[in-house]
């Protein structure tokens, strides 16, 4: 990023109080729920987390405790109280996690909970008293409803709408039940239910076919599906807007079924252009698009906004469209280009006059189309301030810096992260420590807020606590520091082992210096070949070094189920790099024709499936079982719960009828290495020992053939159940694993590491729950 070094050392010494600009037009973008309503909400989600401790917290919504549109909270000790006061809910449910973590060293993650509250609470005294330096927290990527959410029930929701809250999260996503109220317009409109039947994607598709990407893969839907998503989007809505958030509900961004040429002969709509590898099957590809300029663009837009708004109890006036995603437009004229924006938006205003329109700016990461004149074009017909842009990933791809601060519109700076939901310890923690402040002053800097975009989440705790901790800082953190603290809290208790190993963590696989969006595509969970290259980034001989650490600290950790589920991790991780190098190894004797060591190298990886397998059965949260479960959970019928079971199996496999995106959305769960995974390099070895044998020259188009038609599509099909329950002990399997390929590991490291007793260590830091850097 331009003048990066330049702008931190600034930062390091002028912190940043408040956002460059302040757009007026977004004043009207705030709660509506009373104070008293979101005080009671956030005691409620007090109760739910520690319901015996509940009653020594009282918490109160006073929105002119801070500067307007800048969430406050303040946190003092009064009379064996601890009281919390904020601006809105959500400003409020921040401030008490605030105080779990640096009064009382406890720690809320996807992973798991760490409450150990101590019995005399901390006290606060003067008051605690901090405002966001920006004005919104979003939160979620379109692609997030499908990789994660798709299958979760209200339970689950009430869990991750209670982590919003006490992360600041005050913009997300609500995206569930579009299709219901779709599916009320469109009849309406003289479509069938064959005409929508063949139109929206299945649960697990539905984020693509809603961006036009694709259409009916997946599908139909059901009418159980229908009802079960409008209760719960009831249910998520009230509870976000309860706690003061600005829930984003959906917009028409363009993309009609196939129907609509009949229904509507004289509109203009053309064929979409063609996604990823979908032209193999037409029925799937190249949806419909009606032009925004066209008049039955609003007619239907504004149909679904004002159904929506009917439905759900009106509107918070922020809405996400996206028109192009990973599609290049028919034209890059430049008023072709602002008049798809404009329709958009002029559609939006007519059903919600104070409606905002917030976009995903992934378009513009695109090479070859949207250069700097066709983005101020598509930006700038939007009147400025009433389009807010998500600068989707500027942690690895930022755009916000090479167009001028998106030419005046608002943007949050967000950090994507992770791709497809995939499994792999990966971060930039000392890039975005200074690449969110760069945003903040960068000259003309039109920041409103940062964002967290990942595709999947459930994966890599640490980086999302990380950038939340950022989102109320008004300078950098001290990196070290953090994570010394982040270890001490997520397990309740300091450890030196765990210490050193996330030292090396935090220097190593957390601090990528590139901007790779495919930081997880090892050779493992890909479809075997004999040409892959594995994008291994870091040194992992140096990543090694931590597992060995953090198996030595179950002597203090062993009873910590956050210990126990990043015990498994790191140890995934190891092996997973070790069969990396096995495939490497591999590749190198087998260009040398060496038979004998070529099926050796390839033994070994298979080898090394099986133990992932077994490591990862050891912990609930990594078992195959959950996902699938989860899915035929919301089938009321037989033939509905196989329906469901087959899209969950799809995305994390094949991804589509003929494997289009074949692997995106690999994971590294118990019983899915094993079935899955395992049977398909096993294929590859017995096809590569005849052809090694015969002498042929190896034919890659006819293997993949083979593995879709005999492992990949057949599994996908399969009905077997996978267990929900884990097996074996962690640390047990974990230190057997360990000394199992120590040698391996010693010979790549040039260490070789061993256990040590480390029950006599009893070193403490100073202040072991506070980060002295905040």
């Not at 720690?107 to 409450?115: D, F, P, R, T």
């Not at 469109?186 to 990407?213: C, I, S, V």
């Not at 239907?300 to 996206?322: C, Q, S």
């Not at 953090?482 to 082992?497: E, L, N, P, T």
Request: aromatic share 14%.
């Amino acid at each position: 990023m331009r003048h990066l070094s330049t702008i931190v050392s600034i930062i390091t010494v002028f912190a940043v109080h408040i956002s460059a600009i302040e757009f007026k037009s977004l004043d009207h973008i705030k709660t509506k729920t009373r104070p008293d309503d979101q005080a009671a909400a956030v005691t409620a989600l007090i109760r739910r987390l520690i319901p015996e401790r509940a009653a020594a917290f009282t918490v109160v919504v006073n929105p002119s405790l801070g500067p307007p549109r800048l969430d406050t909270f303040q946190i003092e000790s009064s009379n064996n109280k601890v009281n919390i006061t904020g601006t809105t809910g959500v400003a409020a449910a921040w401030g008490f996690y605030h105080y779990l973590k640096h009064y009382c060293g406890c720690h809320i993650s996807w992973a798991g909970n760490q409450l150990n509250v101590p019995s005399t609470l901390p006290k606060v005294q003067p008051a605690l008293k901090i405002t966001s330096p920006n004005r919104f927290r979003y939160y979620q990527n379109v692609c997030t409803v499908s990789y994660s959410f798709v299958w979760w029930n209200w339970t689950r929701w009430e869990r991750e709408i209670d982590w919003m809250a006490m992360n600041g999260i005050n913009l997300p996503l609500a995206f569930n039940a579009q299709e219901a109220i779709w599916h009320k317009v469109y009849l309406k409109m003289g479509f069938t239910q064959k005409d929508l039947d063949t139109h929206f994607g299945g649960p697990a598709f539905l984020a693509w076919a809603r961006m036009g990407n694709i259409h009916g893969w997946g599908g139909p839907l059901t009418q159980s599906w229908h009802a079960n998503q409008l209760q719960l989007q009831h249910q998520i809505l009230k509870r976000m807007r309860d706690l003061g958030m600005t829930p984003v509900l959906p917009a028409f961004a363009g993309h009609v079924p196939n129907a609509t040429v009949r229904l509507f002969p004289k509109a203009n709509i053309i064929n979409g252009t063609i996604w990823s590898k979908f032209y193999k099957d037409p029925q799937y590809c190249c949806t419909k698009y009606l032009v925004p300029s066209d008049p039955l663009f609003k007619t239907i837009g504004k149909a679904f906004i004002e159904t929506m708004i009917a439905e759900f109890n009106g509107t918070d006036h922020v809405y996400n469209a996206d028109l192009f995603n990973e599609m290049n437009p028919v034209s890059n004229d430049l008023g072709y280009l602002a008049n798809a924006s404009r329709g958009v938006y002029d559609t939006i205003i007519s059903a919600d006059p104070k409606g905002i329109w917030l976009m995903q700016g992934w378009l513009f990461t695109v090479n070859g189309f949207w250069y700097k004149e066709q983005i101020k074009a598509h930006l700038t017909a939007v009147p400025l301030g009433r389009l807010i842009v998500l600068d989707l990933a500027s942690d690895i791809l930022p755009v916000y810096d090479r167009t001028d601060s998106y030419y005046g519109q608002p943007f949050i700076w967000c950090m994507l992260h992770n791709f497809g939901g995939n499994h792999g310890l990966y971060g930039r923690l000392d890039y975005i420590n200074k690449a969110v402040f760069v945003g903040r002053i960068f000259p003309g800097s039109t920041m409103v807020g940062t964002g967290l975009t990942p595709e999947g989440i459930d994966q890599n705790d640490v980086m999302y606590a990380f950038m939340n901790d950022l989102a109320w800082r008004t300078q950098p953190a001290n990196v070290t520091a953090w994570i010394d603290s982040y270890a001490v809290r997520r397990y309740g208790k300091f450890s030196q082992q765990s210490h050193n190993a996330w030292r090396i963590l935090k220097d190593t696989i957390y601090n990528s210096m590139e901007n790779t969006k495919e930081h997880n595509r090892n050779a493992i969970v890909s479809r075997p070949s004999l040409k892959s290259q594995p994008d291994m980034w870091y040194d992992w001989r140096e990543v090694a070094k931590a597992w060995p650490l953090m198996i030595n600290a179950s002597a203090e950790l062993g009873t910590s189920p956050l210990y126990r589920y990043d015990l498994v991790d790191i140890g995934r991780q190891v092996l997973q790099d070790i069969s990396a190098s096995y495939y490497a190894e591999f590749q190198t004797v087998f260009n040398k024709n060496n038979k004998t060591a070529a099926r050796s190298c390839l033994a070994k990886i298979l080898d090394v499936l099986l133990d992932m397998d077994t490591l990862l059965a050891t912990d609930s949260h990594w078992l195959l079982g959950n996902w699938l479960e989860s899915a035929k959970a919301l089938g009321t019928s037989v033939k509905e719960q196989k329906w469901l079971d087959y899209n969950a199996r799809n995305q994390i496999t094949i991804w589509g009828p003929h494997a289009e995106i074949n692997d995106y959305a690999n994971k590294q769960w118990a019983g899915l290495m094993k079935s899955y995974y395992h049977r398909r390099w096993s294929l590859f070895a017995f096809e590569l020992d005849i052809y090694m044998d015969e002498h042929r020259v190896w034919n890659q188009t006819r293997f993949n053939e083979l593995c879709l038609n005999t492992i990949e599509m057949p599994w996908t099909f399969d009905t077997s159940d996978f267990t929900t329950e884990p097996v074996g002990d962690t640390v047990k399997v974990s230190r057997w694993l360990f000394e199992k390929y120590k040698k391996d590991i010693s010979s790549r490291t040039g260490d070789v590491v061993e256990f040590v007793d480390v029950s006599s260590q009893r070193w403490r830091p100073n202040k072991p729950y506070m980060d002295n850097s905040s």
